[in-house]
């Protein structure tokens, strides 16, 4: 049978734009037609050429305007699209009881959270809301170096912003006297010994599986010198408690932990106290006095689960049940936050929300919905593999919730301003959604100009202005001259016509800054989204945006995905 290979390239450029939202490299449709069409190898070189001019042709399509020609040219491809599997549901946790499950997440405030902490807090927040029971919010602060009085804040909105079902929220510095009584007992049954060796000396020993000279001191002694670490008799740094472990242990980071230290400064902004657990001993008298039943963390926490372990042991308490899941990079994106802080305060970043960041408040700025990050995190599940993290996969849960409910706008990038001549004047009345017609329409009045990007005509001979007319572009004198050419859509159709946006001349278009992390786009949009600050939309053919402020007649959007 013989093929037309520009329909057989328009077909599958268009097939592959809609299933990738991008334009396939020639290389590959190309190899397509070569492969199932052997007859077309002697012409390589005139397929090439029929072929860019295809892609353009695609290139210069919405993402809506190429599903609709595909239906109109080749339906069965479209039907031939893989479904997307069915997502599995998480593993079911191990032990559940009739009353669910007690769970946690605890964050420390040492900033604002980021997308490694939505893990953390997704998985557990999907395992109360299929049990049952209660989600506690525990703040961790029991190091005040790593406690600023804002972070409190900050971290308060990130936990309203992600939607957690939280029944009860507690801080870790309302509970330094639970923590000290604790540490009081695990010294009185021979846990734990404080220890006034300097550190240097101690690691020394440790790392030869020796014990320290206070090891062996009474329970008396001991006992002495805790009450004079609680009244500040000991400065920073002279002093620790520590778990009795094996002192011979394999593992050298399980020997002998410490769980007590003085910080004499900076104080705490919360509590007049200098005598600070470390986090292996809050963990554990806080997962056991508030009934965790089931801990989901991060594979980090690994040597931290078995160092508890012994604290369990001594108090004879049963551990709850663990689940470590695996690393996971996320690629793009600044994660760790003393880069964040240090590039915020040399200038950098502008602030917590800079969009190069991998805060939630950088990707909520950039029109991320938690929802959509919630379905990418349980996605990833609990297992312990490491991976990356896919935007890929978070822009498309996220397109799914905000393309059926964002209205369209014209934006023309670095857009020049043509006379149409012979055209008459008309007011296009253009949908504000596809499928949406209940939305409503916009309306962009055509009086004689129109701006438009030098691009989108460049090399071209015959151009649709989107829901407004056809137009001829001719060149005379190395500039475009533009002409009216029918209102017909099914000419432009049948001419494989580029559909351009367009935007009136006056005061119908205003400016308009598109901000993404690689670079930012300038040019004219519709006067209409003025009114949407705050508001996801989407300019067509460019992606979804938010409307991040409107300054004077001037826009500041920010890309959100394609
Ligand atoms: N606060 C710890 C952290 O953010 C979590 C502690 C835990 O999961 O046990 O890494």
Same mark, same amino acid.
């Given at each position: 049978?013989?093929?037309?290979?520009?329909?057989?390239?328009?077909?599958?450029? /268009?097939l592959?734009?809609?299933?990738h939202?991008?334009?396939?490299?020639a290389?590959?449709?190309?190899?397509?037609?070569?492969?199932k069409?052997?007859?077309?190898?002697?012409?390589?070189?005139?397929?090439? =050429?029929?072929?860019?001019?295809?892609?353009?042709?695609?290139?210069? &399509?919405?993402p809506e305007?190429?599903?609709?020609? /595909?239906m109109?040219?080749?339906?069965?491809l479209?039907?031939?699209?893989?479904?997307?599997?069915?997502?599995?549901?998480?593993?079911?946790?191990?032990?559940?009881?009739?009353e669910?499950?007690?769970?946690?997440?605890?964050?420390?405030?040492?900033?604002?959270?980021?997308?490694?902490?939505?893990?953390?807090?997704?998985?557990?927040?999907?395992?109360?809301?299929k049990?049952?029971?209660?989600?506690?919010l525990?703040i961790?602060? *029991?190091?005040?170096?790593?406690?600023?009085?804002?972070?409190?804040?900050l &971290?308060l909105?990130?936990i309203?912003w992600?939607?957690?079902n939280?029944?009860?929220i507690?801080?870790?510095?309302?509970?330094f006297d639970?923590?000290?009584?604790?540490?009081?007992?695990?010294?009185?049954?021979?846990? =734990?010994?404080?220890?006034?060796?300097?550190?240097e000396?101690?690691r020394?020993?440790k790392?030869?599986?020796?014990?320290?000279?206070?090891?062996?001191?009474?329970?008396?002694?001991? /006992?002495?010198?805790?009450?004079?670490?609680?009244?500040?008799?000991?400065?920073?740094?002279?002093?620790?408690?520590?778990?009795?472990?094996?002192?011979?242990h394999?593992?050298?980071?399980?020997?002998?932990?410490?769980?007590?230290?003085?910080?004499?400064?900076?104080p705490?902004?919360?509590?007049?106290? *200098?005598?600070?657990?470390?986090?292996n001993?809050s963990?554990?008298?806080?997962?056991?006095?508030?009934?965790?039943?089931?801990?989901i963390?991060?594979?980090?926490?690994?040597?931290? *689960?078995?160092?508890?372990?012994y604290?369990?042991?001594?108090?004879g308490?049963?551990?709850?049940?663990?689940y470590?899941?695996?690393?996971?990079?996320?690629?793009?994106?600044?994660?760790?936050?003393?880069a964040?802080?240090?590039?915020?305060?040399?200038g *950098?970043?502008?602030?917590?929300?800079?969009?190069?960041l991998?805060?939630l408040?950088?990707?909520?700025?950039?029109?991320?919905?938690?929802?959509?990050?919630?379905?990418?995190?349980?996605?990833?599940?609990?297992?312990?593999?490491?991976?990356?993290?896919?935007?890929?996969?978070?822009?498309?849960?996220?397109?799914?919730?905000?393309d059926?409910?964002?209205?369209?706008?014209?934006?023309?990038?670095q857009?020049?301003?043509?006379?149409?001549?012979?055209?008459?004047?008309?007011?296009?009345?253009?949908?504000?959604?596809?499928?949406?017609?209940?939305?409503?329409?916009?309306k962009?009045?055509?009086?004689?100009?129109?701006?438009?990007?030098?691009?989108?005509?460049?090399?071209?001979?015959?151009?649709r202005?989107?829901?407004?007319f056809?137009?001829?572009?001719?060149?005379?004198?190395?500039? =475009?001259?533009i002409?009216?050419?029918?209102?017909?859509?099914?000419?432009?159709?049948?001419?494989?016509?580029?559909?351009?946006?367009?935007?009136?001349?006056?005061?119908?278009?205003?400016?308009?800054?598109?901000?993404?992390?690689?670079?930012?786009?300038?040019?004219?949009?519709?006067?209409?989204?003025?009114?949407?600050a705050?508001?996801?939309?989407q300019?067509?053919?460019?992606?979804?945006?938010?409307?991040?402020s409107?300054?004077g007649?001037?826009?500041?959007?920010?890309?959100?995905?394609?």
């Amino acid at each position: 049978m013989s093929v037309d290979p520009r329909d057989f390239f328009f077909r599958h450029a /268009l097939l592959n734009a809609v299933q990738h939202e991008n334009v396939p490299k020639a290389g590959t449709v190309l190899g397509m037609l070569m492969g199932k069409h052997p007859e077309f190898r002697s012409q390589a070189k005139e397929m090439s =050429a029929i072929l860019k001019d295809v892609l353009s042709e695609v290139e210069a &399509l919405s993402p809506e305007e190429r599903k609709e020609r /595909l239906m109109a040219v080749a339906p069965e491809l479209l039907t031939e699209k893989k479904e997307k599997k069915e997502k599995e549901p998480l593993r079911e946790l191990k032990n559940v009881g009739e009353e669910g499950v007690v769970m946690r997440f605890a964050p420390n405030p040492s900033g604002p959270l980021h997308l490694g902490h939505a893990r953390a807090a997704y998985l557990n927040d999907y395992y109360v809301r299929k049990y049952g029971g209660k989600y506690v919010l525990r703040i961790e602060d *029991t190091d005040p170096r790593r406690v600023e009085p804002e972070n409190y804040e900050l &971290l308060l909105e990130d936990i309203k912003w992600l939607g957690l079902n939280i029944t009860d929220i507690v801080y870790q510095s309302d509970r330094f006297d639970i923590y000290y009584e604790h540490g009081r007992r695990l010294i009185e049954i021979g846990g =734990a010994y404080v220890c006034t060796c300097d550190a240097e000396s101690f690691r020394e020993l440790k790392n030869s599986k020796k014990p320290c000279p206070c090891r062996d001191n009474s329970v008396e002694d001991n /006992l002495r010198q805790w009450d004079e670490m609680l009244a500040g008799g000991f400065a920073e740094g002279t002093v620790t408690v520590r778990v009795k472990t094996d002192i011979e242990h394999p593992d050298p980071a399980m020997r002998d932990f410490s769980i007590f230290r003085v910080v004499d400064s900076p104080p705490h902004p919360r509590k007049d106290v *200098t005598v600070y657990p470390m986090m292996n001993l809050s963990v554990v008298v806080d997962d056991y006095l508030l009934g965790m039943t089931h801990v989901i963390r991060g594979k980090d926490h690994i040597a931290n *689960t078995r160092r508890q372990g012994y604290i369990y042991d001594y108090f004879g308490w049963k551990q709850p049940e663990y689940y470590h899941y695996g690393r996971m990079s996320v690629g793009d994106v600044v994660l760790s936050t003393s880069a964040m802080k240090a590039g915020i305060s040399d200038g *950098t970043y502008s602030g917590w929300d800079d969009i190069r960041l991998g805060t939630l408040k950088a990707i909520a700025r950039r029109g991320i919905k938690p929802e959509a990050v919630r379905k990418a995190m349980v996605d990833l599940g609990v297992g312990q593999t490491d991976i990356n993290f896919s935007w890929e996969n978070l822009f498309a849960e996220n397109k799914a919730i905000i393309d059926p409910v964002s209205d369209r706008y014209f934006f023309v990038p670095q857009p020049a301003l043509f006379e149409i001549s012979g055209a008459p004047s008309k007011t296009a009345e253009i949908p504000l959604h596809p499928n949406e017609s209940s939305r409503g329409v916009r309306k962009l009045e055509f009086t004689g100009k129109v701006h438009i990007s030098p691009e989108d005509i460049a090399g071209k001979s015959f151009v649709r202005l989107k829901d407004l007319f056809n137009v001829t572009v001719t060149e005379k004198d190395g500039e =475009a001259l533009i002409t009216y050419a029918g209102d017909s859509l099914e000419e432009a159709k049948e001419k494989h016509a580029p559909i351009i946006q367009w935007l009136p001349y006056g005061k119908a278009s205003v400016p308009c800054r598109i901000k993404r992390p690689d670079g930012d786009a300038e040019g004219l949009c519709e006067e209409g989204v003025k009114h949407m600050a705050g508001e996801e939309i989407q300019f067509e053919r460019i992606g979804f945006v938010k409307i991040d402020s409107v300054s004077g007649d001037s826009v500041t959007a920010y890309f959100t995905h394609r």
